[in-house]
């Protein structure tokens, strides 16, 4: 086991974003998180990184290291990385330097020339392509803006890395390469969350699923055996419902 969370709890005011989750994500194992939009996904991210609040309550356990109370600057340099669902590139850089602020942040710090083929390789291994890393990044479409955000994470040369909605807004035939890309990142030796709604996608590329509801997790196990619960049809026909 790589990390372990166990009863995290996040509120905002009188609403329980996140409560009592707890789940463990194995060596190389791809976890997928699903649930009805609101259900604490991307909060439960926040809550596991510290970026940009961690838990009210619970723990978190890393390589054998509680690291609830660990500075986002330190965790990320510690080996945990993650990606946005919102769009978090700097809009007015290229590529190549967007991904150098993040090598400049992972704690492997080199001479500029170093630096700059670190970030490379970054843009290399998500497949971003050569003829774009120094284009004005406001401008790429989404599927390459989508792989940058992994490329800045890839940077911090997590072991575990965290991926929250990377498909939502692609075609078919660019989540066919969103998925064979979290699959060679897997086999490059990371450890993947991955947060979709979309069942059909978890169901392809994760080891296991965990679903939440409201902030609770209401089924976990093999993708095939979570979809069938009635608990998860519930909660996502209740959604298309609304
Ligand atoms: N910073 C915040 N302040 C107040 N409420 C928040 C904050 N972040 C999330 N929430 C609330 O917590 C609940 C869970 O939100 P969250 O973004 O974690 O859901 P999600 O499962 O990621 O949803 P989606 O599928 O739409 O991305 C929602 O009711 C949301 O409005
Ligand atoms: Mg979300």
């Not at 086991?1 to 509120?11: C, D, H, P, R, Y």
């Not at 649930?35 to 991307?42: A, D, E, F, R, Y």
């Not at 989508?146 to 890839?154: H, I, V």
């Given at each position: 086991?790589?990390?372990?969370?166990?009863?995290?709890?996040?509120?905002f005011g009188g609403l329980r974003a996140v409560g009592g989750v707890s789940f463990t994500l194995e060596a190389r194992e791809i976890?997928?998180?699903?649930?009805?939009?609101?259900?604490?996904?991307?909060?439960?991210?926040?809550i596991l990184t510290g970026i940009p609040f961690g838990p009210d309550s619970g723990?978190?356990?890393f390589e054998g290291n509680e690291i609830q109370s660990v500075a986002p600057e330190a965790l990320s340099r510690s080996g945990i990385a993650r990606t946005f669902q919102r769009e978090s590139i700097f809009p007015s850089l290229s590529a190549v330097d967007n991904v150098l602020v993040s090598v400049e942040h992972s704690g492997r710090r080199g001479?500029?020339?170093?630096?700059?083929?670190?970030?490379?390789a970054a843009l290399d291994a998500v497949g971003f392509p050569q003829t774009l890393h120094n284009?004005?990044?406001?401008?790429?479409?989404?599927?390459?803006?989508?792989?940058?955000?992994?490329?800045?994470?890839?940077?911090?040369s997590p072991r575990v890395l965290l991926?929250?909605?990377?498909?939502?807004?692609?075609?078919?035939?660019?989540?066919?390469?969103?998925?064979?890309?979290?699959?060679?990142?897997r086999e490059a030796g990371i450890s993947i969350?991955?947060?979709?709604?979309?069942?059909?996608?978890?169901?392809?590329?994760?080891?296991?699923?965990?679903?939440?509801?409201?902030?609770?997790?209401?089924?976990?196990?093999?993708p095939t055996e979570v979809v069938a619960d009635p608990k998860v049809v519930e909660a996502y026909l209740g959604q298309a419902a609304k």
């Open positions: 086991m790589i990390l372990q969370a166990e009863n995290l709890t996040k509120s976890l997928g998180i699903a649930g009805p939009n609101g259900s604490g996904k991307s909060t439960l991210f926040n723990r978190v356990v001479s500029d020339r170093e630096n700059e083929a670190a970030a490379i284009a004005p990044t406001a401008t790429l479409p989404i599927f390459f803006r989508k792989t940058l955000m992994m490329a800045s994470a890839l940077a911090m991926l929250d909605e990377p498909a939502s807004s692609l075609t078919p035939g660019e989540i066919e390469h969103m998925k064979a890309l979290i699959l060679k990142l969350l991955l947060i979709e709604h979309v069942l059909p996608l978890l169901m392809t590329v994760c080891d296991r699923l965990v679903v939440l509801d409201q902030g609770k997790v209401i089924a976990q196990g093999l």
